[in-house]
C-alpha cells in the first residue's frame, strides 16, 4: 500500500478521542484521509484533531451523546469510511444488573451504529466505495460472566456487521469486524484496577490469573495493533473480505 492510499477518502471515527478509536484516526489520518473524530468527550475529540493537524490538515472534532438519536443526525453523512468504535462496559450479576444501565450499553454499541449506517450508507452507495470497521471484541465471539450488557451489544454488533456485508456487496461496500481481546484501554486499565479490589490481588495477577487467563499470548493488545488491522481493511487488497471477524485475541478462541 502506498503512504497515502486514502488521500481523498472521508473516515468518521466513533470514540475517537481515547484508546482504540483515537489509533484508528491517527492511522487513517496518517494513510490521507480526512478523519471526522467523534467523542462523548469535546476536549479528547478536539485534542485528536489537533494532534492530526486539525482542519487544515482535514481532521475535525465533534462531541456527541451516541446514546441520544438527535445527536447522530448532526454528523456528517458524507462518509467513505465509517468506524464505530465508541463502547462502555458494566460489570455486575445479572440479577444485579441496572436495567437502565443495560439498556444505555445497547444505545451506544448497537443502536448508534445502526443510526450512523443508515446515515452514511447511501453515500457510500453512491460513491460505488465503502468500508465499515466495527470494532466489535472476543465478547462478540465468547462470553463471561457478569458482562452480560457487553457480550450481548458486541453480538448484536457481529451480527448487524453481517447483515451490512450482504446489502453493501451490490455497492462495493464491505463490513467487517476486529473482534480483540483485552486491549490496553483506559476502559480496560479500569477493569484492572476494579478487578484487583474485588478480588484482593495485584493488577499483575489480575492480568495473568483473570483477565489474560484463557489467552494464549499473556499480554494486552496495544490500540495501534487494532488499529493497523483497521487501516488494512480499509485498503486495496480488502476488497473481498467482507461480512468476517478478525480475532485479535491472543490465541482465546482456540483455547
Same mark, same amino acid.
Given at each position: 500500500m502506498t503512504s497515502e492510499f486514502l488521500r481523498g477518502r472521508v473516515a468518521l471515527v466513533t470514540g475517537g478521542g481515547s484508546g482504540i478509536g483515537r489509533a484508528c484516526a491517527v492511522a487513517l489520518a496518517a494513510a490521507g484521509a480526512t478523519v471526522h473524530v467523534v467523542?462523548?468527550?469535546?476536549?479528547?475529540?478536539?485534542?485528536?484533531?489537533?494532534?492530526?493537524?486539525?482542519?487544515?490538515?482535514?481532521?475535525?472534532?465533534?462531541?456527541?451523546?451516541?446514546?441520544?438519536?438527535?445527536?447522530?443526525?448532526?454528523?456528517?453523512?458524507?462518509?467513505?469510511?465509517?468506524?464505530?468504535?465508541?463502547?462502555?462496559?458494566?460489570?455486575?450479576?445479572?440479577?444485579?444488573?441496572?436495567?437502565?444501565?443495560?439498556? #444505555? =450499553?445497547?444505545?451506544?454499541? @448497537?443502536? $448508534?451504529?445502526f443510526l450512523l449506517l443508515r446515515r452514511v450508507l447511501p453515500h457510500m452507495y453512491g460513491a460505488r466505495w465503502g468500508r465499515v470497521v466495527n470494532i466489535s471484541s472476543v465478547h462478540g465471539l465468547r462470553a463471561s460472566a457478569f458482562k452480560s450488557a457487553y457480550v450481548a451489544a458486541k453480538h448484536g454488533l457481529e451480527g448487524l456487521s453481517k447483515v451490512t456485508a450482504l446489502e453493501g456487496a451490490p455497492y462495493g461496500v464491505t463490513s467487517n469486524c476486529i473482534s480483540p481481546g483485552y486491549v490496553r484501554t483506559p476502559l480496560v486499565e479500569a477493569q484492572i484496577e476494579a478487578q484487583a479490589a474485588a478480588h484482593g490481588i495485584s493488577?499483575?495477577?489480575?492480568?495473568?490469573?483473570?483477565?489474560?487467563?484463557?489467552?494464549?499470548?499473556?499480554? #494486552? =493488545?496495544?490500540?495501534?495493533? @487494532?488499529? $493497523?488491522?483497521?487501516?488494512?481493511?480499509?485498503?486495496?487488497?480488502?476488497?473481498?473480505?467482507?461480512?468476517?471477524?478478525?480475532?485479535?485475541?491472543?490465541?482465546?478462541?482456540?483455547?
Amino acid at each position: 500500500m502506498t503512504s497515502e492510499f486514502l488521500r481523498g477518502r472521508v473516515a468518521l471515527v466513533t470514540g475517537g478521542g481515547s484508546g482504540i478509536g483515537r489509533a484508528c484516526a491517527v492511522a487513517l489520518a496518517a494513510a490521507g484521509a480526512t478523519v471526522h473524530v467523534v467523542d462523548l468527550d469535546g476536549g479528547s475529540a478536539a485534542a485528536v484533531a489537533r494532534a492530526l493537524g486539525g482542519r487544515a490538515r482535514g481532521a475535525l472534532a465533534h462531541t456527541a451523546d451516541l446514546s441520544d438519536p438527535g445527536a447522530i443526525e448532526t454528523l456528517p453523512d458524507a462518509v467513505d469510511i465509517l468506524v464505530n468504535s465508541a463502547g462502555l462496559q458494566h460489570v455486575a450479576p445479572l440479577t444485579e444488573f441496572p436495567p437502565e444501565r443495560f439498556t #444505555l =450499553i445497547q444505545q451506544v454499541m @448497537v443502536t $448508534a451504529p445502526f443510526l450512523l449506517l443508515r446515515r452514511v450508507l447511501p453515500h457510500m452507495y453512491g460513491a460505488r466505495w465503502g468500508r465499515v470497521v466495527n470494532i466489535s471484541s472476543v465478547h462478540g465471539l465468547r462470553a463471561s460472566a457478569f458482562k452480560s450488557a457487553y457480550v450481548a451489544a458486541k453480538h448484536g454488533l457481529e451480527g448487524l456487521s453481517k447483515v451490512t456485508a450482504l446489502e453493501g456487496a451490490p455497492y462495493g461496500v464491505t463490513s467487517n469486524c476486529i473482534s480483540p481481546g483485552y486491549v490496553r484501554t483506559p476502559l480496560v486499565e479500569a477493569q484492572i484496577e476494579a478487578q484487583a479490589a474485588a478480588h484482593g490481588i495485584s493488577p499483575g495477577d489480575v492480568l495473568s490469573e483473570v483477565l489474560l487467563a484463557r489467552s494464549a499470548i499473556k499480554r #494486552l =493488545i496495544e490500540p495501534e495493533d @487494532v488499529a $493497523a488491522a483497521a487501516l488494512w481493511l480499509c485498503g486495496p487488497h480488502t476488497g473481498h473480505l467482507t461480512g468476517a471477524s478478525l480475532p485479535l485475541d491472543g490465541g482465546w478462541g482456540a483455547n
